[in-house]
């Protein structure tokens, strides 16, 4: 089973900041199968970027993914009140798929 | 639009079996060559895959099914085209199953036999179901 582990746990930032949210694999997320979700409270998740670096549907040009291998970020580039959340990776590598234990991106 | 809505009893009963619904509009879940599947989240924690049903109309292996292994001897998940639902059982519920159920579409790519590659997008709103006597 693959293990992603999310940093930080928490990051406290202020609306127009840049903020840098990292998911690191116990193993090589093969042909780069990541996706990153938002999930705000009382919501599902909600697709964000999908193969490490395409934002789905409807996602800001403001959030962009990154990485390869084991190591792998999600940046959101200026912070809009809306954007302050909770953020999963996935991996779609292989059985079972997994999730982080997310990030919660607070107002500062 | 595709559009996902979970359904079924909010309380279970410690050793019943879970079950909950999920029905599809906006598109047929015939479409070919897609994963439906489940994730759970229990209060407070993150997200845990349940399972995947894969369909497709022109494949031998539609209603192949793919759980995660710490579920697997409890669980079931079946599809009806007639409906444009797929549904999840969980018998021998505990308290650790207590937790907010989500359906949703696996996309990506599918790998015949097999769990193929898949994000899930989009999702059900989640329903909660709590097993307690």
């Known amino acids: 089973e693959i293990v992603l582990t999310q940093s930080p746990g928490t990051l406290s930032l202020s609306p127009g900041d840049g903020a840098t949210l990292s998911c690191r694999a116990s193993q090589s997320v093969t042909s780069n199968y990541l996706a990153w979700y938002q999930q705000k409270p009382g919501q599902a998740p909600r697709l964000l970027i999908y193969g490490a670096s395409s934002r789905a549907t409807g996602s800001p040009d403001r959030f962009s993914g990154s990485g390869s291998g084991a190591d792998f970020t999600l940046t959101i580039s200026r912070l809009e009140p809306e954007d302050f959340a909770v953020y999963y990776c996935?991996?779609?590598?292989?059985?079972?798929?997994?999730f982080g234990q997310g990030t919660k991106l607070e107002i500062k | 639009q595709l559009q996902l809505q979970e359904s079924g009893p909010g309380l279970v009963r410690p050793s019943e079996t879970l079950s909950l619904t999920c029905t599809v509009s906006?598109?047929?879940?015939?479409?070919?060559?897609?994963?439906w599947g489940w994730i759970r989240q229990p209060p407070g924690k993150g997200l845990e895959w349940i399972g995947l049903i894969f369909y497709s109309g022109s494949s031998v292996f539609s209603g192949l099914t793919f759980y995660n292994p710490s579920l697997e001897s409890r669980v079931a998940i079946s599809l009806d085209t007639s409906t444009n639902q797929f549904s999840l059982r969980l018998s021998s519920a505990t308290a650790a199953d207590t937790a907010v159920y989500y359906c949703a579409r696996g996309t990506g790519q599918a790998v015949p036999a097999a769990i193929g590659h898949n994000w899930f997008d989009p999702w059900g709103q989640g329903t909660q179901v709590t097993v307690s006597s």
């Open positions: 996935q991996q779609y590598v292989s059985s079972p798929y997994t």
């Open positions: 906006g598109d047929s879940i015939s479409s070919n060559n897609y994963y």
